[in-house]
């Protein structure tokens, strides 16, 4: 039976590829973690909060600059990295979007306006204002999107960063991906201001809170708040509210939540909801999915393949991509 739909066909079959691959990318990603040696470090990963990638990235353009914390490879691959070099970064190799330095929580890639990828609770809140000046600056209408989770609300640095960037009407969105569970901790633990969305009000900033689970929803509100960033109308705060499938990290079992909470969520689960539409609008066939699904494993496998065959970076690479003042009269050869 036919629903309605909002957006074309190009749209919906966009948005259910790139979450089906970013969802295949971090299963396979996981799945080389767990095989001594293959990727070492922390690992976090966006199963289950793929809808906000897919929203976010039709309701922008190309140049708008994106930060976000250590939860990061989805929102990469959203922008453009290329599922090689996001794999061969995980693998630590020199083919990686950092060159092999920066591993799972430090994805960047300036050509692709993807700011990181940052491993400490809250530091991109700063940066993502100071994209954002940066664009005002220079006297482009590009709009910086700084995402950060409800663990990191809770940082100091959110409330100056939201002060100043009122006080100077900076162009960005600021877009709490709440999951519910900082680390371990549940939102209800750490505040009694569970609305996030609300801490927006000391600032008189516009504020709203969304469905994560659906990119028709995130891409709705993303861009209003877009609009009127581009029509110099400043910040606004976005509380998405999503859930992660996985653990905080690899190592989590996450035995803090019930199996009946995290059932309840998969039910809803972002990917099955546009395939769902999909289908019963006739927007594709079976054998279309197929093939989207067939070419996706196939991406997905040649990215393994290539972080597998990438050499690691040389040992003098470690002092390479290093800022340094050559005229500093305390630097010689």
Not at 5 to 31: D, G, P, V
Not at 54 to 80: E, N, S, V, W
Not at 116 to 128: D, E, L, P
Request: a negative charge; hydrophobic letters at 40%; proline letters at 4%.
């Amino acid at each position: 039976m036919a629903t309605n739909t909002q957006f074309s066909k190009e749209t919906y079959l966009y948005w259910y590829e790139l979450m089906q691959l970013i969802r295949q990318f971090e299963l396979t990603a996981e799945e080389k973690y767990k095989m001594a040696g293959k990727i070492r470090g922390f690992f976090h990963a966006y199963v289950g909060q793929e809808a906000i990638a897919a929203g976010c990235m039709t309701a922008t353009r190309p140049q708008d600059p994106f930060i976000t914390a250590y939860r990061d490879h989805g929102l990469g691959i959203a922008k453009g990295i290329s599922p090689n070099a996001a794999m061969a970064e995980l693998y630590g190799k020199a083919t990686g979007c950092a060159k092999g330095k920066g591993g799972s929580m430090h994805f960047f890639s300036k050509e692709h306006c993807f700011f990181g990828g940052h491993g400490i609770v809250g530091a991109q809140i700063g940066v993502g204002a100071g994209l954002a000046f940066a664009e005002q600056y220079k006297g482009t209408d590009n709009v910086a999107l700084c995402f950060f989770g409800d663990g990191a609300a809770r940082q100091g640095v959110l409330h100056e960063t939201f002060n100043l960037a009122m006080l100077w009407n900076l162009p960005v969105i600021f877009i709490c991906e709440n999951n519910h569970y900082a680390m371990g901790t549940s939102v209800e633990r750490t505040s009694n201001v569970v609305d996030i969305y609300k801490l927006a009000d000391g600032y008189d900033m516009p504020a709203d809170t969304v469905d994560g689970m659906n990119p028709e929803t995130v891409h709705e509100a993303v861009s209003r708040a877009v609009k009127r960033a581009r029509e110099k109308g400043g910040p606004t705060l976005l509380e998405i509210k999503t859930y992660r499938y996985k653990g905080h990290s690899i190592s989590d079992p996450g035995k803090y939540r019930t199996k009946e909470e995290l059932e309840e969520y998969k039910s809803k689960d972002p990917i099955q909801v546009i395939l769902k539409k999909i289908k019963d609008n006739n927007i594709a066939g079976e054998e279309e999915i197929i093939a989207i699904d067939a070419r996706i494993n196939k991406v997905v496998a040649d990215a393994v393949q290539f972080a597998e065959d990438s050499p690691f970076p040389e040992p003098e690479a470690v002092l390479e991509d290093i800022m340094v003042d050559q005229n500093y009269p305390y630097i010689t050869d």
